[in-house]
Nanobody, 120 residues
């Protein structure tokens, strides 16, 4: 069994910063890509940023230059540093990971979501 546990969301003023963390635990053999998605009310879930096991990153155009995704492979943890936050960044942020378990089963796993609200 695999779990992804997120932390770090909250309320921040425009221009502020937040750092999200997501730790994977359980019967993990290896983790490929990890990333962050977000879903605003009435909108589809969208990819924000992802990072491959080797460190290559990918960002949505709307967050380039403001958000940074990173990971600590030893801790099975992915981070999202969010700077210069805008009201349009308000959403529930979900962690995602492509994981192979010790039973050699590969699947996508999701965190429970953490609310990020950018408002004055």
């Amino acid at each position: 069994q695999v779990q992804l546990v997120e932390s770090g969301g909250g309320l921040v003023q425009p221009g502020g910063s937040l750092r999200l963390s997501c730790a994977a635990s359980g019967s993990i053999l290896s983790i490929y890509a990890m990333g962050w998605y977000r879903q605003a009310p009435g909108k589809k879930r969208e990819l924000v940023a992802s990072i491959a096991s080797g460190g290559r990153t990918n960002y949505d155009d709307s967050v380039k230059g403001r958000f940074t995704v990173s990971r600590d492979n030893a801790k099975n943890t992915v981070y999202l540093q969010m700077n210069s936050l805008k009201p349009e960044d308000t959403a529930v942020y979900y962690c995602n990971a492509d994981i192979v378990t010790i039973t050699i089963s590969r699947d996508d796993y999701w965190g429970q979501g953490t609310q990020v609200t950018v408002s004055s």
